[in-house]
């Protein structure tokens, strides 16, 4: 690795302050004197693409950065979490869920808030891979020495933003520095945005000299990508897991400290997944401004298939309208195809009236928030399960037995491509889905859970048994007698 490693893992804020200050004396020092010098000379004017231009768009991405060091709305962190008020359609005594953050997970996140990293950790990264490259960034991905896997972004010298400032400006260290100030954004955002569902910032460090082009490598949490279709093919409750996910951070970023944040760039490969969680991963493209007006009619939010009226605050300002463009973005690019499908039918009514009331913002965040708690009380605690016709007692019991290993049938969506693994609240639902399956005749409770607790169950065709005390076989009654 060139260039000297020049700021020691002192604090997060230290480093982001120190590399601000050496991209902007550089880029002021030398800068600023050829364009005074050329505005001084008539014969040397500046044409509408030249430095100055270049200039002031470094000096701009710079304030804005410092805007969003200096400007946090500074709020008890209980008000940041918690509970919305209470809406029609819930009721009293219910657990909290959604919109409360652990206090586990704040303990889970002190690497990133009270122990960041810094260039001497970066010096002994290993196993480096380039993962993928966009506009502005490289992402690449490495090892800590305690094992752990990061994510690594810095400028991509390549990229679109890079290479089309060099054509137009023709000043290669300049552009870099304009791309570079885009990581140091991201970066501050993170310190300032800190919330499960936003992607843990583990440390930074800054390199390079004065004269060359400074590196600024951002590490943070490692992530797999959101590939849409082989979300489809999961499970309900990990779809849904997802569009909770994602509900809770649009939660966040609509009382976040910073105000009301606006993800301008709102796609799914802004995204990744970790441990089952949807994270935003890209923070460099986001506003915290609402939209000013002085009438309705200033406020229209566009889509490509519709349009919605706000209204005009008092204030001057488009009622909520960051809020309302990332539900609505959510909505279209996450709800419509992971949320309704292979639903339990009990739920089904619940999710066609978050599907209605998000995809015409008739909700807002708080309201969406709530119903998505709803679904996940009446999906976690078994109220979704129709009780009124028990098949368990179709079901002889043989404690000590399993089923004899072999390929079986397959079903959708499983948990397991190569069989039928489902997840059941109990023995009674887990009767009634193999009632429902023509091929199956005997089930299994595995030793798994999933994310809620519930029990993931493999139900097969065979009624074959092998010895085994750590299991127990339920099978249909007549499959039994078929056997004898």
């Known amino acids: ?59 701009d991405r710079e304030l804005e950065t410092i805007r969003y060091q200096e400007e946090a709305v500074r709020r008890p962190r209980a008000a940041l979490f918690s509970t919305p008020d209470r809406v029609p359609g819930s009721w009293p005594g219910r657990p909290r869920g959604a919109g409360h953050v652990s206090s586990d997970w704040w303990g889970r996140a002190g690497r990133a808030v009270g122990d960041p990293l810094g260039c001497s950790e970066f ?25 752990t896997p990061i994510a690594l972004k810095t400028v991509n010298s390549q990229g679109d933003e890079v290479m089309r400032c060099v054509r137009r400006y023709g000043q290669t260290r300049d552009c870099h520095r304009l791309a570079a100030f885009k990581i140091i954004k991201e970066i501050s955002l993170l310190q300032k945005l800190q919330h499960p569902n936003v ?63 606006l993800l301008l760039d709102f796609q799914p490969r802004q995204f990744v997944i970790v441990d089952g969680e949807l994270k935003v991963t890209d923070l460099d493209d986001v506003s915290t401004e609402e939209l000013s007006c002085k009438a309705d009619s200033d406020c229209v939010l566009e889509f ?108 959708w969506p499983s948990y397991n491509h190569q069989g039928c693994l489902l997840s059941v609240y109990n023995k009674e639902e887990a009767a009634t889905i193999c009632h429902s399956q023509q091929q199956c005749q005997s089930f299994i409770f595995t030793q798994r859970t999933t994310w809620l607790g519930r029990y993931l169950v493999s139900f097969r065709s065979s009624t074959e048994l092998v010895l085994d005390v750590n299991s127990t076989v339920y099978m249909k009654s007549s499959s039994f007698k078929a056997l004898m």
């Open 304 to 411: 490509p298939t519709r349009n919605f009226n706000l209204p005009c605050t008092a204030e001057g300002k488009c009622h909520k309208i960051n809020e309302k463009r990332n539900l609505y973005n959510a909505f279209r690019f996450f709800f419509t195809y992971l949320l309704p499908y292979s639903a339990p039918p009990a739920l089904t009514p619940l999710l066609c009236e978050i599907m209605n009331a998000t995809g015409d913002l008739r909700y807002g965040i708080n309201k969406t928030l709530y119903a998505f708690e709803d679904v996940l009380y009446l999906y976690k605690s078994g109220f979704h399960h129709n009780h009124s016709q028990s098949w368990l007692e179709d079901y002889k019991i043989f404690e000590g037995f399993r089923i004899q290993d072999h390929s079986d049938y397959k079903c």
């Open 123 to 147: 010096r002994n990264i290993t196993g480096i891979e380039f993962l993928g490259s966009g506009y502005t960034k490289t992402v690449l991905k490495g090892t800590l020495q305690d094992g």
């Open 199 to 261: 992607i843990q910032l583990y440390g930074q460090c800054y390199h390079g000299r004065l004269e060359d082009e400074p590196v600024i490598t951002a590490m943070m949490e490692l992530g797999t990508p959101v590939e849409m279709i082989q979300l489809l093919q999961t499970p309900w409750e990990e779809r849904f897991r997802i569009c909770l996910s994602l509900v809770k951070l649009l939660h966040y970023l609509a009382h976040s400290p910073l105000g009301s944040v």
């Open 1 to 59: 690795m060139t260039g000297k490693l020049c700021i020691a893992s002192l604090s997060a804020a230290l480093v982001v302050t120190s590399a601000l200050v050496i991209l902007k004396l550089a880029a002021r020092s030398q800068w600023r004197r050829e364009v005074d010098k050329r505005s001084r000379d008539p014969g040397r004017q500046l044409s509408r693409s030249g430095p100055r231009e270049l200039l002031d768009e470094l000096e």
